[in-house]
C-alpha cells in the first residue's frame, strides 16, 4: 500500500496519469456537500432567535426563560460530541453523517410542536445532541478525503456555511413566519436535512469504495508520506488519544477562543445598537459586512496555510506561521476604545471575525494533522467539548462585566474590557498550540 501510494504521488507531480484521470476532482464534491450540511446546522440553530420577539409575547417568556433554553442547547451540544465522534469513529462517516442530521433535522421541526417552554427545551435539547455531530463528522471526512496539503482549504470552504447560515436565515425565517406562522419557519428550515440527506445517500462513499475517484486522484488523496505512527485499517479504536500531546494543545486552543467566537456571534448586533443608537432597519448593513468578512476568512484562511505546503513547508509549520498570522490580526479590536465612529469599528470587528474563522479552519487541519483518521471523530468531539465549556462560561462573565459597568451608565468600557480578553485570547491559544503541538512538527496522516 505504501508502495502504490509512492508511486501514485510520483505519478501524480510527474504529470504522467492520463488527462481523464487528472481532471477528477471528487473531493470538492464532498467539499459542497459538507457545506451545505453546516450551512443547515446553523440555519436551524438560528431560527429560535430570530422568531424570539414573536415566542416571547406567545408564551409570556422572561429573558431568564430563554436563557434557560439557550443554554440547554450549549449543554447538550457540547456534553454530546465526545459521544457523537465516538459513534461517527464506530459506524463511520456515512451512516454517521446521516444519524446526526436526521437527529436535528426532527428535533428542528419539533419545535413547531412546543406547546409551552417545557416543550421548547425538550427539543432545544434534541437539537443539540443531533448537531453535536456536524464538525466531528465533517473533520473526519476532510482526514479521509483530502492530504494534509489540502485538509485547511477544505475545512475553511466548508466551515464558510456557518457564516451563510448566519447572513440567510435574517433574510428567510422571518419572511416564513409572518407569511405561513412561527411554526411553518421551523418546518421549513428543518426539513432542508432531510434533503440533505438523499444527496448525501447517492453521492457519499470513503475515496477507496467511490466509483466517480479516478485512480490518480486516489492517488493524491492517499499521497501524505507513510508514519510509523499510522494506524492500519486493523488497528482497535482504543487508541490512546491523550498520550498524544496533540490533544492537549487543540482543546485548549478550542477553550480559549471558541468563546470569543460566541461572543462575536451573540453580541455585536446589540453592541453595535447600543453604543451607536442602531435599529433594525439600520442594523443590517454592518452586520452582514462583518459575516461576508467571516466568509472570506474561512476560506483565504484554509488557503494560506494549504498554499505553503503546496510549496513545500511541513504542514505543521504551516499551520505555526499561519494561525500566528490570524492572532495578530484578531489583537486590534484592543483598539476599539480608541475609535470615534462606527465604520472603522466594524472593519475591524471584520478582521477579527475573518481572523478567527481563518484560525478555525487551521486549528481542526491540525487535529486532522496530529491523529489517525480512524480516531479523529473523537478527537474533534474533545475539543469541540473544550469549546463548548468555555462558550457555557464565557458568557457569565460578559453578563456580569456589562451589567457592572451598565449600572455605572459606562457601558461602552464593559465591551472595551471584553475586546482586551478577545485580543489576547487568541495569542495565549497559540502558545499553548506551540507548546503542545507546533514545536515538535510531527505529522501523521
Not at 432542508?192 to 444527496?199: E, H, K, R
Not at 474590557?417 to 515538535?440: D, K, P, Q, S, T
Given at each position: 500500500?505504501?508502495?502504490?501510494?509512492?508511486?501514485?504521488?510520483?505519478?501524480?507531480?510527474?504529470?504522467?496519469?492520463?488527462?481523464?484521470?487528472?481532471?477528477?476532482?471528487?473531493?470538492?464534491?464532498?467539499?459542497?456537500?459538507?457545506?451545505?450540511?453546516?450551512?443547515?446546522?446553523?440555519?436551524?440553530?438560528?431560527?429560535?432567535?430570530?422568531l424570539k420577539p414573536i415566542l416571547e409575547k406567545e408564551f409570556s417568556w422572561t429573558e431568564s426563560d430563554y436563557g434557560n433554553i439557550v443554554m440547554v442547547f450549549t449543554v447538550f451540544y457540547g456534553g454530546t460530541t465526545l459521544l457523537a465522534g465516538y459513534l461517527?469513529?464506530?459506524?463511520?462517516?456515512?451512516?454517521?453523517?446521516?444519524?446526526?442530521?436526521?437527529?436535528?433535522?426532527?428535533?428542528?421541526?419539533?419545535?413547531?410542536?412546543?406547546?409551552?417552554?417545557?416543550?421548547?427545551?425538550?427539543?432545544?435539547?434534541?437539537?443539540?445532541?443531533?448537531?453535536?455531530?456536524?464538525?466531528?463528522?465533517?473533520?473526519?471526512?476532510?482526514?479521509?478525503?483530502?492530504?494534509?496539503?489540502?485538509?485547511?482549504?477544505?475545512?475553511?470552504?466548508?466551515?464558510?456555511?456557518?457564516?451563510?447560515?448566519?447572513?440567510?436565515?435574517?433574510?428567510?425565517?422571518?419572511?416564513?413566519?409572518?407569511?405561513?406562522?412561527?411554526?411553518?419557519?421551523?418546518?421549513?428550515?428543518?426539513?432542508?436535512?432531510?434533503?440533505?440527506?438523499?444527496?448525501?445517500?447517492?453521492f457519499y462513499e470513503v475515496p477507496n469504495r467511490h466509483r466517480r475517484v479516478s485512480p490518480s486522484e486516489l492517488a493524491y488523496i492517499t499521497s501524505d508520506a507513510a508514519s510509523t505512527d499510522v494506524l492500519t485499517e486493523e488497528t482497535p479504536i482504543s487508541y490512546?488519544?491523550?498520550?498524544?500531546?496533540?490533544?492537549?494543545?487543540?482543546?485548549?486552543?478550542?477553550?480559549?477562543?471558541?468563546?470569543?467566537?460566541?461572543?462575536?456571534?451573540?453580541?455585536?448586533?446589540?453592541?453595535?445598537?447600543?453604543?451607536?443608537?442602531?435599529?433594525?432597519?439600520?442594523?443590517?448593513?454592518?452586520?452582514?459586512?462583518?459575516?461576508?468578512?467571516?466568509?472570506?476568512?474561512?476560506?483565504?484562511?484554509?488557503?494560506?496555510?494549504?498554499t505553503l505546503i503546496e510549496r513545500g513547508w511541513n504542514p505543521t509549520r504551516a499551520r505555526q506561521y499561519a494561525m500566528g498570522l490570524f492572532a495578530i490580526c484578531v489583537t486590534p479590536v484592543m483598539l476599539i476604545s480608541q475609535m470615534n465612529s462606527m465604520w472603522?469599528?466594524?472593519?475591524?470587528?471584520?478582521?477579527?471575525?475573518?481572523?478567527?474563522?481563518?484560525?478555525?479552519?487551521?486549528?481542526?487541519?491540525?487535529?486532522?494533522?496530529?491523529?489517525?483518521?480512524?480516531?479523529?471523530?473523537?478527537?474533534?468531539?474533545?475539543?469541540?467539548?473544550?469549546?463548548?465549556?468555555?462558550?457555557?462560561?464565557?458568557?457569565?462573565?460578559?453578563?456580569?462585566?456589562?451589567?457592572?459597568?451598565?449600572?455605572?451608565?459606562?457601558?461602552?468600557?464593559?465591551?472595551?474590557?471584553?475586546?482586551?480578553?478577545?485580543?489576547?485570547?487568541?495569542?495565549?491559544?497559540?502558545?499553548?498550540?506551540?507548546?503542545?503541538?507546533?514545536?515538535?512538527?510531527?505529522?501523521?496522516?
Amino acid at each position: 500500500m505504501i508502495e502504490s501510494t509512492k508511486l501514485g504521488q510520483a505519478g501524480y507531480r510527474a504529470g504522467s496519469a492520463p488527462l481523464s484521470d487528472r481532471r477528477s476532482q471528487y473531493r470538492w464534491v464532498i467539499v459542497a456537500l459538507l457545506f451545505f450540511a453546516t450551512t443547515i446546522n446553523y440555519l436551524d440553530r438560528q431560527v429560535i432567535s430570530l422568531l424570539k420577539p414573536i415566542l416571547e409575547k406567545e408564551f409570556s417568556w422572561t429573558e431568564s426563560d430563554y436563557g434557560n433554553i439557550v443554554m440547554v442547547f450549549t449543554v447538550f451540544y457540547g456534553g454530546t460530541t465526545l459521544l457523537a465522534g465516538y459513534l461517527i469513529d464506530k459506524v463511520g462517516t456515512k451512516l454517521g453523517y446521516i444519524g446526526a442530521i436526521l437527529v436535528w433535522s426532527l428535533a428542528a421541526m419539533g419545535h413547531a410542536l412546543a406547546g409551552g417552554t417545557a416543550g421548547f427545551l425538550v427539543a432545544r435539547a434534541l437539537l443539540g445532541i443531533g448537531e453535536a455531530g456536524n464538525f466531528p463528522a465533517s473533520i473526519k471526512v476532510v482526514a479521509e478525503w483530502f492530504p494534509q496539503r489540502e485538509r485547511a482549504l477544505a475545512v475553511g470552504v466548508f466551515n464558510s456555511g456557518a457564516n451563510i447560515g448566519a447572513v440567510v436565515a435574517p433574510a428567510v425565517v422571518p419572511w416564513i413566519a409572518l407569511v405561513a406562522g412561527w411554526q411553518m419557519a421551523f418546518i421549513a428550515t428543518g426539513a432542508l436535512g432531510f434533503i440533505w440527506i438523499v444527496f448525501w445517500w447517492f453521492f457519499y462513499e470513503v475515496p477507496n469504495r467511490h466509483r466517480r475517484v479516478s485512480p490518480s486522484e486516489l492517488a493524491y488523496i492517499t499521497s501524505d508520506a507513510a508514519s510509523t505512527d499510522v494506524l492500519t485499517e486493523e488497528t482497535p479504536i482504543s487508541y490512546p488519544i491523550f498520550k498524544n500531546r496533540a490533544i492537549w494543545g487543540f482543546m485548549a486552543g478550542k477553550l480559549l477562543t471558541d468563546p470569543i467566537w460566541w461572543f462575536f456571534l451573540f453580541w455585536l448586533p446589540s453592541y453595535l445598537a447600543s453604543i451607536y443608537n442602531l435599529d433594525l432597519k439600520t442594523l443590517g448593513a454592518p452586520l452582514i459586512m462583518i459575516y461576508l468578512a467571516a466568509t472570506i476568512g474561512s476560506v483565504g484562511g484554509g488557503w494560506l496555510s494549504s498554499t505553503l505546503i503546496e510549496r513545500g513547508w511541513n504542514p505543521t509549520r504551516a499551520r505555526q506561521y499561519a494561525m500566528g498570522l490570524f492572532a495578530i490580526c484578531v489583537t486590534p479590536v484592543m483598539l476599539i476604545s480608541q475609535m470615534n465612529s462606527m465604520w472603522p469599528v466594524v472593519a475591524i470587528l471584520s478582521l477579527a471575525v475573518a481572523a478567527h474563522q481563518a484560525w478555525s479552519a487551521n486549528i481542526f487541519t491540525v487535529a486532522a494533522d496530529q491523529f489517525p483518521k480512524q480516531v479523529i471523530s473523537r478527537v474533534v468531539g474533545f475539543g469541540t467539548m473544550a469549546g463548548t465549556l468555555g462558550g457555557s462560561l464565557f458568557p457569565l462573565l460578559v453578563g456580569r462585566i456589562l451589567d457592572y459597568y451598565k449600572a455605572l451608565d459606562n457601558l461602552s468600557q464593559g465591551y472595551y474590557i471584553i475586546f482586551y480578553i478577545a485580543g489576547l485570547a487568541y495569542l495565549i491559544a497559540w502558545g499553548a498550540l506551540y507548546v503542545f503541538v507546533f514545536r515538535h512538527r510531527q505529522v501523521v496522516s
